[in-house]
């Protein structure tokens, strides 16, 4: 056995003591693990994106019999129908991927992968490929069809390089892919030395997080303007900031806070009786706002008036018994007064893995 | 009940345990992350990334021979892969708060130097059994290496440190 002489782990323990001391809060860690189960979908997506990616090339005609192009069909969602009439947003589905190992078994929990999953009106999901990129932090749908996505490339696979904010060879580009999957515009967005994420947008523009804050880019020219200042900002998260109409929402904790996106200025504060907040989203006038969050015992969905910060209406979505996993995977406005949310829950003795699609759920909720 | 043990009793955990856990060697899993990785506010980072995937599973972590050891491969992992270069893509916001300490001595110096110009696979080797106080079979288990590997790491690796601290006398 190699023994370790005493001056040699004393001086190592000596020279291990850091010039920033180690302080997080608890309440933090919970709130970056929460946060984390977002990114691990994002990285999950982006495996599947290549997946189809390739899949695309070596079986064209399997694809190509898919109307439209692009888009893979899978199995209805275990919702009923809904309206015929197109909705007033898309209910794109973001969420984790959330496995464990079985000892003596293989891998339980929930994969959502095949690319970008989208839930139809009639409940049905669709899942879009993300051609030219290797993953992407976040996707947003356009009632047209379009799709605005904020997409990475490693621009030299396979090559060590200096990891940081300067890292090179990595490109980040803004895309807006058309109802057939074809590339309408792909932006280099990146700034060196600078994070970004997509959190989400519009026919118009995108939102984008950058480390000076909130801002809007325009699509067509590229020209972007600031909204909200990084201070009243609790991250980049697109589940937990919303801009639409003159609104801009942002779930901090268990506290939604709605700005007038023409001022900057706070308009109004709500907090929820929660233990996490999962996801808000606002009404295309941007009046009123629904965020779905977790109590001890239950999963909600409530509709907050942005004026005024008083609840509309709420609800209690069904879940499996004592469930391991429950997340929401997505809201969007079927209509100005009604709202769908999609979700899924995985009971604690599941012992395998679990397309998401076998678990999905959804309800609306309407507001007078 | 506090929101964060409602949090966790919903999904059948046990917030003793783990803050119990997290009590115990967060800093200490800090400090190994920050001697591997040379970098204190990637070691931060890291460490915070670790503890909040040892909390997301606690009742797998918690069950497992070293939940300190499988929190500082998690913590080195993720700091090294490709996917936390695109991450690192967004800065962490500074402070301001960071305490104002006196530096460390020569010898720590010297040390800290002869361990940064160690290959990684023996500086984590030292860095578990120093640190962590990990055993032979316990290093290996959570570096997932041989026991062999390990003691010819460690030793190669000593012998760098002891060079070190005999030119620094």
Not at chain 1, 36 to 48: I, L, P, V, Y
Request: hydrophobic share 40%; aromatic share 4%.
């Amino acid at each position: 056995m190699t023994l370790i002489p005493d001056n040699v782990a004393e001086a190592v323990r000596n020279a291990a003591t850091p010039s920033i001391a180690y302080s997080v809060d608890l309440q933090s860690l919970r709130r970056r693990a929460a946060r984390r189960r977002r990114r691990h979908q994002a990285a999950a997506a982006a495996c599947a994106a290549a997946l189809v990616g390739v899949g695309a090339v070596t079986i064209p005609a399997a694809l190509s019999k898919e109307p439209p192009a692009g888009t893979l069909p899978v199995a209805p969602a275990a919702d009923g129908v809904q309206g015929q009439r197109p909705p007033a947003q898309r209910l794109l589905l973001h969420g984790g991927g959330h496995t464990w190992e079985i000892p003596g078994k293989s891998k339980a929990g929930i994969t959502n992968s095949g690319g970008q999953a989208e839930m139809r009106a009639d409940g049905s999901v669709v899942r879009h490929a993300i051609p030219g990129v290797d993953g992407w932090y976040g996707a947003f749908g356009l009632a047209d069809g379009e799709l605005v996505v904020l997409g990475h490339t490693d621009l030299r696979p396979g090559t060590a390089g200096e990891d940081g904010p300067d890292v090179a060879g990595l490109s980040i580009e803004l895309k807006v892919l058309r109802a057939d999957g074809s590339v309408e515009l792909t932006r280099e967005v990146r700034v060196k030395g600078e994070g970004v994420s997509l959190v989400a947008a519009d026919r118009g523009s995108a939102y984008l997080v950058r480390p000076s804050g909130l801002l809007s880019h325009d699509l067509a020219t590229g020209r972007e303007e600031p909204i909200l200042p990084a201070a009243a900002l609790t991250g980049a998260d697109g589940r937990l900031i919303d801009v639409s109409g003159n609104a801009v929402a942002v779930l901090d904790g268990c506290q939604v806070r709605v700005f007038a996106r023409s001022t900057g200025q706070q308009r109004t504060q709500a907090s929820l009786p929660c233990t996490d907040a999962a996801q808000v989203r606002l009404s295309p006038d941007g009046r009123l706002a629904a965020v779905a969050y977790r109590t001890r015992d239950e999963l909600r969905i409530t509709v907050l008036d942005t004026e005024t910060g008083a609840s509309r209406a709420t609800r209690t979505l069904p879940t499996v018994p004592q469930p391991a996993i429950v997340e929401v995977y997505g809201i969007a406005w079927t209509e100005s007064t009604s709202v769908r949310v999609a979700w899924a829950s995985l009971p604690r003795d599941a012992d395998r893995l679990y397309q998401l699609e076998e678990l999905l759920k959804s309800q609306t909720v309407s507001v007078q | 009940m506090r929101t964060a043990e409602r949090d966790i009793v919903a999904t059948g955990l046990d917030v003793e345990s783990f803050d119990e856990f997290y009590r115990a060697y967060s800093e200490r899993i800090y400090r190994a992350l920050a001697l591997t990785l040379g970098n204190e506010t990637l070691a931060k980072e890291a460490t915070d990334e670790a503890l909040s995937r040892a909390y997301a599973r606690w009742g797998e972590v918690r069950a497992l021979d070293n939940p300190a050891g499988w929190a500082y491969r998690v913590g080195l992992n993720w700091a090294t892969s490709w996917w936390r270069k695109v991450r690192r893509e967004r800065p962490a916001p500074a402070t301001g708060n960071e305490p104002v300490v006196a530096g460390p001595d020569p010898t720590a110096v010297a040390v800290r130097t002869a361990l940064d110009l160690l290959p990684l696979g023996q500086r984590t080797v030292v860095v578990c059994r120093v640190l962590l106080d990990l055993s032979i079979t316990d290093t290996a288990a959570v570096l997932k290496v041989s026991e062999g590997t390990v003691k010819s790491r460690l030793s190669r690796g000593l012998d760098s440190l002891r060079a070190a601290l005999t030119e620094e006398e």
